[in-house]
């Protein structure tokens, strides 16, 4: 049975509409996308953000415009809050809206709170410093919130005065938790823990209980590998916690407050939050491995009953939708895998429907409701899409050369002629703890359809090492930097060739952070399988980059499975550095120049390398004010640009040298 009936969903187009045009690099970046949603306890009423990017050229730098919108059980949206407004963490509690947003003339995030029927926000609480997220209690009394301390005015009269030593790792600023009283008059927040990082907060259903997930410093590293669920009476006592180990992702207490169900990791060493336990309260909190068997990673989780959780997994290259009982511990599906790619869930307590949201390759993340067998679509944030070509996508696999089945998304030229040869972008995620769904693939770094109707096929390999095929496949890459994993994007290159779709002499690859790390490799170590390469905040050297990242302790855990000092040749050796010399492929670096994860230094070493030896064309772009990853509309569209210009000019024009490193923006902002 088709039960999801996506038909219903997408309309999908499978046929190109008659005055079908191609799509721009601005209209890439500038797509709106529905980045959050909940739905209210009458399981009707749905509030959900729509993101809305800035337009290039016109309008000032900054982040993208964040609306405010609501949909009634008859999919009918009504926007609440539109314009020139950024906010988030929307919820429900009974017929208000709560969100959080900087509004005005405030200083800092605050909360604010309207009627679902509309009219004006109002503000609930503000605090000396930004409110990070919150929740609410049932009953509508407490409301507890992450935030720090107020800022230190003597620093910034220090500082003033020229004192702006930084002490690296060891100023720490905790965000605490905090709690506040509605029912006392002019009552303020209590700060009720100290020492500790509080990285998210829930209230325990019929009890006086904070569900927090803590770690022992505010460092990313311990954020990752060091963190605990715990729960807290309301004066920040602890009652009790969750026995855990490794990466913890969400966790969510059953409407009656006794089963908290968490996704957790199945070992310390173990690269992602995919695995799904569930605590018993009424059993001195004992875990039980729901899914212990499930290839596959769980992405989200909400409960519809006492006793029954509904949750997403992601499954090779797509997603399913299951609902999972206490009493047996069975599942049973309510949306199989499909052309829907899903990315979180919510439900309300007793209620039927489950609000989705999801993206397919014809559309970027939209809200959708899942009704008994029926699925329908709730909001179309980019009607323009309908005019647009679509190319050919679908998931491929292919054969590694020890005989591992290993699958990708590949894409086809808009123009495609079967028996014709194409220029080829391969883009490898980052991670590698992550992989790619056959749905939504356009961002910035890899401009899906622009490429298609300009001539190029595309491939994105979920190599060893990926995610949403098990825990065992996600480790297969530990402690073998470069080796295995970077030789399956070759092996996928040989396939695209075998089949006839890809032209071995015109191969270019892409791909940020760990795809950037096999970006400088293919264009160094495996130079002669590669025309034309960009690097985007990648690595280059694993020595150093132990050295100056935030997640050194991650590294160790889940994915070197050893430090430099154990083996230093072996990591030089692993490092595209060291095969600089060798190096034969055109390389574009791109970096963000306050990026911590993987620091700048990075991209400069590699591009000091190469420039040296003079073998290769190769030059290196900085980002200020970005980090590991370009968050601004301006930086994703001149990304975009170079990194089109680059592979155009290598690929398919053949130059042996740079092109010139001015864009077009002086006379577009005419």
């Known amino acids: 049975m088709l039960r999801n009936l996506v038909i219903l969903l997408v309309a999908a187009v499978t046929a190109f509409p008659a005055l079908a045009r191609d799509i721009t690099l601005t209209e890439t970046v500038t797509v709106k996308s529905i980045n959050s949603a909940a739905l209210a306890a009458d399981g009707e009423l749905a509030a959900f953000t729509r993101v809305v990017p800035r337009t290039p050229y016109v309008d000032e730098d900054g982040s993208s415009y964040i609306e405010l919108h609501v949909a009634n059980g008859a999919n009918q949206s009504v926007p609440f809050i539109t314009g020139k407004e950024s906010l988030g963490a929307v919820s429900f509690n009974g017929q208000t809206i709560y969100f959080l947003a900087k509004r005005g003339d405030a200083k800092h995030t605050s909360l604010y709170k309207m009627s679902t029927t509309g009219g004006e926000a109002q503000l609930v609480l503000s605090h000396d410093a930004a409110i990070s997220s919150y929740a609410i209690s049932n009953d509508g009394r407490y409301i507890a919130f992450r935030a720090r301390e107020k800022a230190d005015e003597t620093k910034s009269k220090l500082a003033k005065k020229g004192f702006k030593a930084e002490v690296y790792e060891e100023q720490h600023e905790f965000t605490h938790l905090w709690l506040y009283d509605t029912q006392k008059a002019d009552a303020s927040a209590v700060k009720i823990t100290s020492d500790i990082q509080v990285l998210s907060v829930a209230f325990r259903p019929g009890h006086e209980q904070l ?144 609000l989705v949201r999801a993206h397919s390759a014809e559309h970027p993340t939209e809200l959708f409701r899942i009704s008994g067998d029926r699925i329908t679509r709730m909001t179309d944030s980019n009607p323009w899409l ?250 994703q569209l001149d990304y975009s640009m170079r990194l089109m210009r680059w592979m155009q000019h290598f690929l398919v024009e053949g130059n042996k040298e740079a092109p010139a490193h001015e864009l077009p923006h002086a006379e577009n902002l005419k």
Do not use: C
């Not at 602890?238 to 199945?266: H, M, N, T």
């Open 211 to 354: 569900l927090v997930r803590v770690a022992p410093t505010a460092l990313v590293d311990d954020n990752y590998m060091s963190s605990q669920y715990q729960l807290l009476d309301l004066n920040g006592k602890q009652v009790s916690a969750f026995e855990s180990v490794g990466k913890l992702g969400k966790a969510e207490f059953s409407p009656d407050g006794r089963y908290l169900a968490v996704i957790g990791a199945a070992d310390y060493n173990d690269p992602a939050d995919g695995r799904l336990y569930v605590y018993d309260t009424n059993k001195n909190n004992e875990r039980k491995d729901v899914l212990p068997d499930y290839l596959g990673h769980v992405q989200d989780i909400a409960w519809r009953r006492n006793d029954e959780l509904i949750w997403l997994g992601h499954r090779g290259t797509q997603s399913e939708v299951q609902a999972l009982t206490m009493q047996w511990f069975e599942s049973r599906v309510i949306m199989e895998p499909s052309k829907l790619v899903a990315v979180d869930i919510d439900v309300a307590a007793g209620k039927s429907d489950v």
């Open 386 to 635: 309908a005019d647009i070509t679509m190319p050919r996508q679908e998931t491929m696999r292919y054969k590694a050369r020890d005989g591992l089945t290993l699958e990708g998304i590949v894409v086809y030229p808009t123009d495609y002629k079967e028996g014709q040869r194409y220029p080829l972008m391969m883009v490898v995620h980052g991670g590698p703890e992550s992989h790619y769904s056959n749905g939504w693939l356009d961002r910035y770094g890899s401009p899906v359809k622009y490429a298609a109707q300009q001539g190029y096929a595309l491939f994105f390999p979920n190599y060893r090492g990926s995610t949403g095929r098990g825990v065992e496949f996600s480790k297969l890459g530990q402690n073998d930097y470069a080796g295995k994993e970077f030789d399956d994007l070759v092996d996928a290159k040989k396939h695209l060739v075998d089949i006839g779709l890809v032209d071995s002499a015109k191969v270019g690859i892409t791909g940020g952070s760990y795809g950037g790390f096999a970006s400088a490799w293919a264009a160094t170590a495996l130079t002669e399988h590669f025309a034309a390469s960009v690097m985007f905040v990648g690595i280059s050297d694993n020595i150093s980059k132990f050295g100056t990242t935030d997640i050194a302790k991650e590294m160790h855990a889940v994915h070197a499975r050893s430090y430099p000092w154990e083996k230093w040749q072996w990591y030089l050796e692993r490092s595209p550095i060291y095969h600089a010399e060798k190096a034969r492929t055109p390389i574009l670096i791109m970096h963000g120049k306050e990026d911590t994860r993987v620091h700048p230094s990075q991209s400069m070493e590699l591009y000091r390398y190469l420039k040296t030896h003079g073998n290769v064309p190769v030059r290196l772009v900085l980002y200020p004010g970005e980090g590991h990853g370009n968050r601004r509309v301006a930086a």
